[in-house]
Every structure is written in structure tokens, then in C-alpha cells.
């Protein structure tokens, strides 16, 4: 395939090769399971879905990362591994066209968690400054390892951190979770006899109780969700309900979600917020510090890259590190790096295994939107 963007091109694969990353291509047609199973509500909204001749579930390739794992697993290469790409996707809904190419690197089974996180980083940073040279870039980077270890050091039943884990990155899904965190709803109207067995947590009686009504109205087992699936969630929306979060918790939550600091200060920052609120967070905090020190080794100066601890991105696989790179606006004022990123990454330790790999295999890994990069070169001239 030609890009459509040859000068941006010929920056990105000469970084590549000094990054020593080989270059991959995969199918534009990928398997549609994957990315309805894994990849996050955002994304699922937006794939093009399409079947093959014998009715399996196919979409056009809505990102990268997915498909290069899997081609990963499928050729049981070994690791540590860097892949590199530069192709099309595709996307509904999306500003400024539903295809589109993007670039990245996938760093697969480096066990050095917070230098691979670092060079992640720098890559995606060297990226940019050489095919934007002179304009100044504004680093975003949040942690989900560090918010799930705030949550789990609260006391939150595992369905809550379920549940606000899946909403990090988006501002709105964990808005609406912290609201009902806060004012928990009550049972939405269930008949009594449904309400009572959900709140029992009572599996046998509750699946009996649906695969009756189900039976009544006609309906097979095989219709949609199994009785034993309808009654697990309700058993556990019950348990949600139950739970309402202290009002020093739930005031420790909410500091801690308004964190913002230069990734300089950031490590102290998190230390004194855990401090304060008598809050342990463990491994999570020591691999945020080193990694903090290993992107100050690669020479991005910590004042540079924000940390923001609301910051996430709206793809469920990530388990660590999340990041955006934006320009800054014409006064040299940071744009928010969530507005039309020109790159985003991150780090997602289960992706691989939830695909099938045998054993863990770490990644992380970014993707750099080129339309959007020669747009600004346009601008530029």
C-alpha cells in the first residue's frame, strides 16, 4: 500500500529502523470477536462489520494493535519484539474521515516494564518532532494500575472496580459511576420476588426463577443471554446497589481523581495523596516513580508531560501506562491532549493472553494519526 502521505511517511519508517522495529503488515479484514470482546464500547460503536462467505464476523481494521498481537500469537515468535506499522483503518463517525492511516510500535515481551513504558514514550515524542520540526508538543499521561490500586486500597468491592476500571477514560461513563457510587439507584423497577432473590445473591433460585418466565413467554434458553447469565448480572447490579462508599473514601476518591501535576512532581504528588489518606499503593506507585526517572533519562524534561490522574484512554485493554501527544496552540498554550491527539499509546499486559497466547506476554505500544500530523505540516507552509 502507497501512503497517502509520502513525506510524513519516509520520517516514520526511518524511525522505525533506527528503532530497531521491524516492519509488519496485517489484513485489512480482521476477525470482528476481538474487537467486540476487548477492545472497549468507544471502539465497538464504530467498526465496520461485514461476513465472510461462511457467516463468520469480520471487520474492516479499526486499529492496529489488536492485529498485531494476534499475528504475534499466530506465528509463536518469540520476545522481546518490536513491531512497527503504517497502514489504513477504519472507523465510523469519525472527524475528518472514516479511513485514515496511522503509525506506531508494538513492544512485545520486554520484561523492563518502566523502561519499555519510557521508551514508548519517546518514540511517539522523536516521532512527532521530526516530522513537526520546531512545533511544541504537549504530553498527557495518566496510570490505570495506579487508579485501580486507589480503588482496590479503598475497600471497594471488586464489581465497583470492575466498573470504574472499565470507565477509565472516559469522562462521562465515570461521572455517571461516581454519581451512582456516591447516591446508589435502587433496584430500577424489578418485580419484588426478582429484587429479593438478586439481593439474596441467591444463583440457583434466581436462574430458575427466569428460565420459568422465559419459558411462559415462549421464549428459548438459547434466545439471547442464557437464565444463568441475565441472573449473574443481576445479582451483581444488586451488589453495586448495596455498596455506598463512606464520605472519607469517597472524599479520598475524588482527591485523588483531581490530581494534576508536571510528571516532575507527579511521584511526590501521589506519595502525599496516599499519605494523607493512609492509603497504600504498593508496586503500582514504584513503577510509576521508575518509570517518571527512566523518561527523564531519554531526555523529556518531567515539567514537559502533565500528569493528569482523571486521564485515561477509551480502550479497555490497557492495564498501566496511558499517554496522548497534542501540539500547543498558536500562543504556545497547551491544547488538551485529548482534543484530536496526534498520538496516543499505552501499556496492556492481559491483551495477549485474553487473544490466546499461551503465557503472559507484556506490551505496550503506540499509534500516531498521520492525517492529523500533515495537517499541521500543511498549516505549517
Known amino acids: ?29 480482521q476477525p470482528a470477536d476481538p474487537f467486540l470482546d476487548i477492545a472497549g464500547e468507544d471502539l465497538r460503536r464504530r467498526i465496520f462489520l461485514t461476513e465472510s462467505e461462511t457467516g463468520a464476523s469480520l471487520c474492516l481494521r479499526p486499529e492496529f494493535t489488536i492485529p498485531v498481537c494476534l499475528d504475534h500469537i499466530a506465528a509463536q515468535a518469540g520476545t522481546p519484539r518490536r513491531y512497527a506499522y503504517l497502514g489504513e483503518v477504519f472507523r465510523q463517525r469519525r472527524e475528518g474521515g472514516n479511513e485514515f492511516f496511522q503509525a506506531g510500535i508494538e513492544d512485545l515481551g520486554d520484561p523492563q516494564t518502566a523502561a519499555a513504558d519510557a521508551r514508548s514514550v519517546a518514540d511517539a515524542h522523536e516521532l512527532l518532532c521530526r516530522a513537526l520540526p520546531g512545533r511544541a508538543l504537549a504530553v498527557t499521561l495518566g496510570d490505570q494500575s495506579v487508579f485501580e490500586a486507589v480503588l482496590a486500597a479503598l475497600g471497594l468491592p471488586r464489581g465497583w472496580r470492575m466498573r470504574l476500571a472499565r470507565a477509565f477514560g472516559s469522562h462521562q461513563m465515570l461521572e455517571a459511576a461516581l454519581a451512582d457510587l456516591a447516591d446508589p439507584p435502587r433496584n430500577g423497577g424489578l418485580p419484588a420476588e426478582v429484587a429479593a432473590l438478586a439481593a439474596d445473591a441467591d444463583m440457583e433460585g434466581l436462574s430458575a426463577h427466569i428460565a420459568g418466565g422465559m419459558e411462559e413467554a415462549g421464549l ?44 516532575s512532581d507527579a511521584t511526590a504528588a501521589l506519595a502525599d495523596f496516599a499519605a494523607e489518606a ?14 517518571a526517572a527512566a523518561i527523564a533519562e531519554h531526555g ?18 490497557y492495564t498501566g501506562l496511558v499517554f496522548e501527544i497534542a501540539a500547543r496552540d498558536g500562543d504556545g498554550s497547551p491544547e488538551p491532549a485529548h482534543d484530536r491527539p496526534l498520538a496516543g499509546g499505552g501499556r496492556y499486559d492481559r491483551l495477549l493472553t485474553l487473544l490466546g497466547a499461551e503465557a503472559p506476554i507484556p506490551g505496550v505500544g503506540f499509534s500516531v494519526w498521520l492525517d492529523r500530523v500533515e495537517a499541521l505540516r500543511e498549516d505549517a507552509r
Open 1 to 29: 500500500m502507497i501512503p497517502r502521505y509520502p513525506s510524513v511517511a519516509a520520517e516514520v519508517t526511518k524511525l522505525f529502523a533506527e528503532r530497531g522495529a521491524a516492519m509488519v503488515e496485517v489484513p485489512v479484514l
Open 278 to 291: 493512609g492509603l497504600s499503593l504498593g508496586p503500582a506507585l514504584e513503577i510509576f516513580a521508575a518509570r
Open 220 to 263: 428459548p434458553a438459547s434466545a439471547g443471554r442464557t437464565p444463568a447469565d441475565i441472573a449473574r448480572r443481576l445479582i451483581e447490579k444488586a451488589q453495586l446497589r448495596s455498596v455506598r462508599l463512606s464520605e472519607e473514601a469517597f472524599s479520598a476518591l475524588k482527591a485523588f481523581l483531581a490530581i494534576e501535576a508536571p510528571l
Open 300 to 317: 523529556l524534561a518531567g515539567e514537559a508531560i502533565s500528569y493528569d490522574a482523571a486521564f485515561g484512554r477509551p480502550l479497555d485493554y
